[in-house]
């Protein structure tokens, strides 16, 4: 067996440095021209000066080598295909020619690969009266005739024979052999090996296939590997016993070299195998890296134009462009996806927006039934992704990957992840190898950027929370996959109202669709879809949600649409009626007009809608009762603290960290964006973190 030396690419001598042409002197023109040796088009390039130097190419200089210490000058390496020592040339060493060869047939081999003379590894199949069956592999069964046979093995036992005779009709006569040494060497059938877009040509007939398997799924009956190449993925079917798992030493994540027979099974491809074996060194290094650069290569995420004329945007747009190259990756490299957003209208808008242009791929590349195996959406309660998120992430994971093989996850937070308060969760998912990619837009502290793979924030292009995640995530999905524009391009819009965005990327998406969804319509959505939310709890809801978003029946949308507003509407009403006379109201030294409300005790519990929710609706209210006038409101509780805020210039992050350090004891934590956002404390610390925190509100610029 031959493998090319890396060292000098198989040229077998090393440039060591560069010297002027000793031909044409450094010009790289020819010097010394026989006119009567040239030819029409050399004369033509002689009289328009274009003659380069034979020995240099044209460049002048001349490569001074030697030759490679590493192979010898040879530019390959030789190795003995029996024991894999290192021979000077040849298959075989030294030793091993010595020694005589017996033959394993490889179970895809036919009487094509027998040769007649030659001895080969056997198992007894039965015994009759004239002689003892041998199984040469699955395939082959050949006879040793009773007259030159002297003993009696029993069924089971390997026995070495030489190949007497093979019959026209193909029965193959045997004779038994008892070498005391030999070298036990592995006949393949030799293939051209097809990718599995080929393999729709070849059905029926033997194919060798080589890929890296990415899943091992264990049925009743056959054990399934799905295999990936350069273009797609396929399954192939072993079979040893029903239920019992075939070639056990082959993992997930290793390249195989599979010999077997193509065909369609309900509608898919499938492969039944023949033989299958892992491929080691060389031969596993070259397939990998053909396969890597093929994906890389698929990857490469669309060239759009954004919806909507934005700088922030076209500043951002590496960081978008790199994020759905990842994502694109994961799907063609058949790695697990989990999308991980916020539980509410803006969250849910962006990850349905890259769902919507994930979920085609998936099945693409996998199969019909992929997304169930590669791709989960998860809502987050809090705006951050807390250790019970990652838990469960880091559980089905790892219960996947032991049920089938699977590769640790690529986790998209969407919506949360931009802050110190995602490092914990973080940092338990790296250990277990989970690999995270943010896209967010809550105001960023630059703490979990070395832990993830890219992290998408408008602050990081001159921008703020204005611009939503909604937005990015719909753009990035047009990047992924721009056949789903026409169905996610209100999806910017939802968000935009849902998140009470002001910035004026939020008023140019709103106008893109402004000829099918009224200003009503999208704040129609966005409150179903925070009612809906509320609900489902830790459930993605997707059948409801794409309903709500006008992604299946638009009569079902426009029914559950007006059917979960008027529920929310009136569970709103209802819990204001309660809060409203109970909140306090004072202005503050900075003009500012604070609202303070105790959402414990005063607001209606573990019902729509929740503290925060309720918070800002009542802010909406006392914002219009003080138009004009810069108005914050507090929603709290016994260990937490809502902030809505108008007019006011506040930056939550930087006063939880003054807080946290201001008052010992408190254990203040939390965050959100600069102007809206939640901080938590200790029970017995509340009076003082609320005094400090309306100082500190008192004291902001309006």
């Known amino acids: 067996m031959t493998t090319e030396c890396k060292d000098c690419k198989g040229t077998g001598s090393i440039i060591i440095s560069e010297k002027e042409c000793p031909d044409c002197k450094g010009s790289g023109k020819q010097k010394s021209i026989s006119l009567d040796k040239l030819s029409e088009k050399d004369l033509s390039k002689l009289m328009s000066g274009g003659m380069k130097c034979a020995t240099c190419g044209g460049t002048g200089e001349a490569s001074v080598t030697e030759p490679c210490k590493a192979c010898g000058g040879r530019g390959k390496f030789f190795t003995c295909t029996v024991c894999g020592k290192q021979t000077d040339k040849g298959d075989l060493c030294e030793s091993c020619t010595k020694k005589p060869l017996v033959h394993i047939l490889g179970a895809e ?24 069956f041998v199984d040469l592999n699955p395939q082959l069964r050949g006879l040793v005739h009773a007259s030159n046979i002297n003993f009696s093995p029993e069924v089971g036992d390997k026995i070495i024979v030489e190949v007497k005779n093979i019959a026209p009709n193909g029965n193959i006569e045997l004779l038994p052999k008892s070498p005391k040494e030999y070298q036990l060497i592995e006949v393949e059938k030799q293939l051209p090996r097809r990718k ?37 993925t396929v399954q192939c079917a072993a079979f040893e016993k029903a239920g019992e798992r075939a070639y056990p030493e082959i993992k997930s994540e290793t390249i195989v070299k599979i010999i077997g027979e193509p065909s369609m099974r309900n509608g898919a491809m499938q492969v039944e ?102 791709y989960r959406r998860s809502p987050s309660k809090a705006p951050f992704y807390e250790l019970e998120d990652v838990t469960k992430d880091l ?43 943010v896209i967010d837009h809550h105001h960023p502290d ?7 793979l890219e992290h998408v924030n408008p602050a ?90 006008n992604l299946g029946s638009s009569i079902r949308h426009q029914q559950i649409v007006k059917l979960l507003c008027e529920q929310a509407n009136a569970a709103i009403t209802e819990q204001l009626e309660a809060s409203m006379p109970n909140v306090k109201t004072q202005k503050l030294p900075n003009g500012a007009i604070l609202n303070v409300i ?54 939550i992050p930087q006063m939880v960290k003054e807080l946290h ?42």
């Open 196 to 232: 599995t877009t080929e393999l729709s040509k070849y059905l029926g007939k033997l194919v060798h296939l080589s890929g890296e398997v990415i899943q091992i799924k264990q049925t009743g009956g056959p054990t399934i590997f799905t295999i990936s190449d350069e273009d797609s």
């Open 109 to 132: 081999c036919d009487t094509r690969e027998l040769e007649v003379g030659k001895t080969y590894e056997g198992k007894v199949q039965g015994h009759a009266n004239f002689g003892v």
């Open 446 to 452: 630059g703490t979990i950027d070395s832990m993830v």
């Open 273 to 374: 195998i023949r033989s299958m074996k892992q491929l080691w060194g060389g031969d596993a290094t070259g397939i990998k890296e053909q396969i890597e650069k093929a994906i890389d290569v698929r990857a490469e995420p669309h060239d759009i134009q954004f919806l909507v004329k934005s700088e922030v945007l076209e500043k951002l747009k590496p960081r978008m462009r790199n994020a759905a190259k990842l994502i694109r990756k994961a799907v063609f490299k058949s790695r697990p996806i989990i999308i991980r957003h916020h539980a509410d209208a803006d969250g849910i808008t962006s990850a349905i927006a890259i769902e919507r242009a994930l979920l085609p791929l998936i099945r693409e590349v996998g199969g019909s039934d992929a997304d169930r195996h590669f």
């Open 661 to 702: 350090s201001e008052i010992k004891g408190a254990g203040v934590s939390g965050g959100g964006h600069l102007v809206v956002g939640s901080i938590k404390f200790v029970e017995g610390m509340r009076k003082e973190v609320l005094a400090k925190l309306a100082e500190k509100i008192g004291t902001a610029g309006t």
């Open 598 to 651: 105790d959402v414990e005790n005063f607001a209606h519990k573990f019902t729509f809608p929740p503290p925060g929710k309720t918070s800002g609706e009542i802010h909406d209210r006392l914002c219009a009762k003080y138009s004009g006038q810069p108005v914050v409101t507090i929603g709290y509780g016994p260990d937490f603290a809502v902030l809505r805020s108008r007019g006011v210039k506040m930056n």
């Open 395 to 437: 559980t089905f994971a790892l219960e996947d990957q032991e049920r089938f093989a699977q590769r640790m996850p690529l986790v998209v937070l969407m919506d949360n992840g931009a802050t110190e308060e995602d490092m914990p969760s973080m940092k338990q998912a790296v250990i277990y190898g989970v690999d995270i990619l």
């Open 460 to 549: 990081y292009a001159g921008g703020d929370f204005g611009i939503t995640t909604g937005m990015i995530g719909t753009e990035i999905a047009r990047m992924i996959n721009p056949e789903v524009v026409e169905e996610i391009k209100h999806l910017p819009a939802v968000s935009a109202v849902g998140d009470r965005s002001e910035a004026p990327e939020g008023e140019l998406y709103k106008s893109v669709v402004n000829g099918k969804y009224k200003p009503e319509d999208l704040k129609n959505m966005a409150l179903a879809l925070d009612y809906e939310a509320f609900w489902q709890r830790f459930s993605d809801g997707r059948g409801i949600m794409n309903d709500i978003l």
